[in-house]
C-alpha cells in the first residue's frame, strides 16, 4: 500500500534555480562542503556518504503556506544529482527517531507525533487515516529540521 502515499524531497526546480543562482531563496550563498557520512539530504532522500560535497541551505517546505509554513535549514547536493526516485518510505530514514507534524489544507499543524525508530511509516499511514491530514513533515527530533513531506497521491 505504499502507492498511497507520495514522498517529497526540496522540488527539483527549487533546487535547479538554487544551484543556477548560487544562492538560496533567503540570500544564503550556497557554499560547498565535504560530507562526513550521515547528513541527511533533502535533494536525494538519503543520507550522505563521506566525501560528497554538499551545502547547507535555507528552504521553506510547505507549499500550503500559512503561518505554519517556516523556513530551516537543509543539506543538499551542491551539483546536480538524481534525486528521490523511490517509491515508499524513504530507506535511510527508516531507523530513525522523528517528529510527523500533521497539516491540514490550509497549512495548519493538527498534531505532533514523536516516533520511534522503525515505526514513522506505520504511525504515518495512521495519521493518513484522518482525511483533515493533506500533508505530514517528517522532521528531526532535536532542532526540528524538515527531512521530507509525505501527501495522498493523487490518481
Ligand atoms: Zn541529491
Redesign the pocket.
Known amino acids: 500500500m505504499n502507492s498511497e502515499l507520495e514522498y517529497l524531497p526540496v522540488p527539483a526546480a527549487d533546487l535547479d534555480r538554487i544551484r543556477c543562482n548560487g544562492h538560496d531563496d533567503y540570500g544564503n550563498r550556497l557554499l560547498p562542503q565535504i560530507s562526513g557520512d550521515g547528513a541527511p539530504?533533502r535533494?536525494?532522500l538519503r543520507l550522505s556518504v563521506a566525501g560528497e560535497e554538499i551545502s547547507l541551505i535555507a528552504h521553506r517546505p510547505s507549499p500550503l503556506g500559512g503561518a505554519y509554513a517556516e523556513v530551516g535549514p537543509v543539506f543538499?547536493?551542491v551539483g546536480e544529482?538524481p534525486?528521490y526516485a523511490g517509491d515508499g518510505f524513504p530507506s535511510d530514514f527508516l531507523e530513525r527517531h522523528a517528529v510527523l507534524r500533521p497539516y491540514d489544507e490550509a497549512g495548519l499543524m493538527l498534531d505532533g507525533v514523536l516516533v520511534e525508530p522503525g515505526t514513522s511509516e506505520g504511525e504515518l499511514k495512521r495519521l493518513f487515516d484522518d482525511p483533515a491530514v493533506a500533508l505530514v513533515h517528517v522532521r528531526n527530533v532535536v532542532a526540528g529540521c524538515w527531512n521530507f513531506s509525505v501527501r495522498r497521491r493523487t490518481a
Open positions: 539530504l535533494c536525494c543538499i547536493h544529482c534525486g
